[in-house]
């Protein structure tokens, strides 16, 4: 049977997995001017450690949305057990189940990066706030791949 990079991630509930880790998300948040009145949405949310994290200090209203299913049990868990008010939703970045002009933030930790990037970043405009902000941590490549390398890689995930 063939797992891919993410469906591991997902059986083994790794929380973090992103570029910098749950500390560089802490910093960054930190820069930013959320409070009790900021919609937030937790773009490919994983095991929802960035979402509960958002509620929790913030006291924002958060949504959370992954494609995984295994990934939305364990953020289920979470928000349950922290008896946290979390909207979950399983469903795909790329065609995201909200109206126009809806968050003041989109995060998105090392998600992007695995879709088609160009409709995602269209349905991150679409639903962010005229002054929306879009938090996107991701590994980027600062030259081109040699594309059988790329090919190679994308085997391996
Ligand atoms: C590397 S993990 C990062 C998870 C989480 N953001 C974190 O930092 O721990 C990538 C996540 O993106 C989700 N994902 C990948 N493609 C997606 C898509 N098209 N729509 C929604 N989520 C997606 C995966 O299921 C996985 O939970």
Same mark, same amino acid.
């Given at each position: 049977m063939n797992h891919s990079y993410q469906d591991v991630l997902a059986i083994l509930g790794?929380?973090?997995?992103?570029?910098?880790g749950f500390e560089l998300t802490k910093q960054l948040l930190e820069n930013e001017k959320i409070d009790p009145t900021s919609i937030i949405l937790d773009a490919?949310?994983? +095991?929802?450690q960035t979402s509960s994290y958002l509620a929790k200090t913030f006291l924002c209203k958060v949504s959370a949305l992954d494609n995984h299913p295994e990934m939305v049990k364990h953020a289920k868990k979470r928000f349950q057990k922290a008896n946290l008010s979390i909207d979950l939703y399983n469903s795909s970045i790329e065609k995201l189940p909200f109206d126009n002009n809806s968050f003041d933030f989109i995060i998105a930790e090392s998600?992007?990066?695995? +879709?088609?990037i160009q409709k995602s970043l269209q349905e991150f405009y679409r639903v962010l706030k005229l002054e929306g902000t879009l938090l996107s941590i991701d590994m980027t490549a600062e030259t081109s791949l040699d594309p059988a390398l790329k090919k190679r890689n994308h085997e391996l995930l």
């Open positions: 790794i929380e973090g997995a992103h570029p910098g490919g949310c994983g +095991t929802g998600t992007t990066a695995f +879709t088609d």
